[in-house]
């Protein structure tokens, strides 16, 4: 089975971004996650789908580290970090969005940005100097912003933001740290078609060189931004390769796009 | 940055004035020895609040640390250390316990992290009554005196007044600093969205550890401004209800600003001393004070009052426009 196919070329010799060996996870007697194997190398775009409770998102939280492993291991850049906390793995360049929207409604889109950005910085627990003392952080939540197209929202306090935006901004959230590797967990739940474009769209503006990890639902939105698929069922990896490998598997439709 | 001339900077400036001048506008040392109490008071509910309104984590102990450098200072003049050395000595004690308390109690948040900090607070008040060759059990500890720092003797009710002022003053502005700070961010952070925070690369305990220490250190800063005060110390100051008083303070006056709790500190000092003195069921007006600004404003006396106010300022420029467009319009 192809679990690594259509590198591109130059991320051929590279080491993988982020790395899962016999990778597995029981919650009592539940095994949510069974000895997944999978590759990531710089750049690439891979999506896994699979049924509500598949495993899916407990998969993000064992490569972020929210729930230790049963067993197998997790590296970052060949690094083994199956041991780390979280925020040690955020600091390697990794950075998620959940499932459901965590963000800061009470802050401003602007101040949910600067945490952000604050997050990977050695001042983030400076107690004695105010965090408008800091040009360089506002300049890049600028940028950010900028970029994502938020700039004429950026006061604006995000409960007062659609679900849509919520959800952008939950991907730039993400980027500010400037990760190399970003997981996605099902950006476009909940979304409406319309706003599953535009989601897709932004997705696809991002830097070429981050490596995405995505959670989708949205067939439209997974074709669009992945270009290798792996299926999860009930914990274990049935099938990974090439998109247009994957709408063709049988057995995938079977047990997934046979539902649609 | 040039300070604006606005109604909150005019306000604070006398508030400032108000607070620099009372022993000469204030009769009596015993209204001045309420505000002293007002003051020390203020600096527990902001220490408090560093935990409570910040961190989002509600203490039921604190007057378990309060009273463990109230005590310390107590032992340690006794045992005839100079009052410099016992202030530093009980500072220690003071913060060391605080570690202890918040790595028990921050094992959980919510409901178990208050649960924690009130068995910690029980037991430094069972500790008190029951240890007696440490803390004199029921008779508690006495001082005989209060330092002469620099050959000013603070024996008086006005010098002690300004020496609390002084230290008053330098703890709002580094909770102003702090609250303003990417620490503050960080810990307002934790409150709102731990998992977004671990996320996004903050150590969390750590942050809520830091927090409980911070918070620890005005404590203690108030507890020995106590024992001076009072220059008696018993277990009654270590008691639930002390912890309760304070939390009070902080959640009546409004959590997580600035000014909400040294109103709320005000409030009940005011209530318990001044009202006490024509209502002997002071306890119960406190009471109903205090249901009353829960039912009112929710979120506390200070941001509701603003609120109320933003409200009115809005009604009476509404209003004014209304008057303005009709005298506008064109007499037909
Ligand atoms: N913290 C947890 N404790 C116990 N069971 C869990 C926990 N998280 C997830 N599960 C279980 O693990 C399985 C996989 O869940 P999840 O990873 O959320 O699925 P998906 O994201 O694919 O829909 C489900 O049966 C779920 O009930
Ligand atoms: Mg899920």
Known sequence: ?260 | MKPELNGRNVALAMAFAALVSLPFWVSGTYYINVSSQILFYAIFALGLNVLVGYGGLVSLGHAGLFGIAAYATGYFLQAGFPHSAAILLALVVGIASTAVFAFLALRATGIGFIMITLALGQIIWGLAYRWISLTGGDNGITLHGRPAPFGLDLGSASAFYYTTFIIFLIAVVACAILAGSPFGAAIKGTRDQPRRMNALGYHVWAIRFWACLLSGLLTCVAGILFVYYNQFISPQTAALTASAEVLLMVIAGGPATLLGPIVGAALVVIVKNVVSGYIERWNFLLGAIFVAIVILMPEGLVPGTVRLWRGGLRAFRRRRGIVLAQSAEPKP
Do not use: C
């Not at chain 1, 990778?23 to 699979?50: C, E, N, Q, Y």
């Not at chain 1, 952008?168 to 909940?190: C, F, N, T």
């Open chain 1, 1 to 260: 089975m192809a679990t690594d196919a259509t590198p591109n070329a130059s991320s051929e010799s590279a080491l993988p971004a982020l790395e899962l060996k016999g990778l597995s996870k029981s919650f009592g007697g539940l095994h949510a996650v069974r000895g997944v194997t999978f590759k990531l190398m710089p750049g690439d775009r891979k999506a896994i789908i699979g049924p509500n409770g598949a495993g899916k998102t407990t998969l993000f939280n064992l490569i972020t580290g929210i729930f230790p492993s049963s067993s197998g291991q997790v590296l970052l850049y060949g690094r083994d970090v199956t041991a780390w906390s979280s925020h040690r793995r955020t600091a390697l360049g990794m950075a998620r969005t959940f499932q459901v929207t965590h963000l800061f409604p009470k802050l401003t889109v602007l101040d949910n940005v600067l945490l952000a950005i604050k997050g990977l910085r050695p001042s983030k627990y400076v107690m004695w100097r105010f965090m408008s003392s800091y040009p360089d952080v506002y300049e890049k939540a600028h940028g950010l912003l900028e970029r994502a197209q938020f700039m004429d929202r950026k006061d604006t306090e995000v409960r007062f933001l659609s679900h849509g935006e919520q959800r952008q901004l939950e991907i730039v959230l993400g980027l500010a740290s400037d990760p190399k590797i970003l997981l996605l967990d099902e950006p476009a739940a909940g979304l409406s078609s319309g706003e599953s474009v535009e989601m897709s769209e932004f997705l696809q503006g991002l830097d070429p060189k981050l490596a995405i990890l995505l959670i989708e639902h949205d067939m439209d939105v997974v074709f669009d931004v992945a270009s290798n698929i792996s299926v999860l069922h009930f914990g274990e990896m049935l099938e990974s390769g090439p998109a247009e490998q994957i709408r063709q598997s049988a057995k995938v439709r079977e047990i997934y796009l046979g539902t649609e």
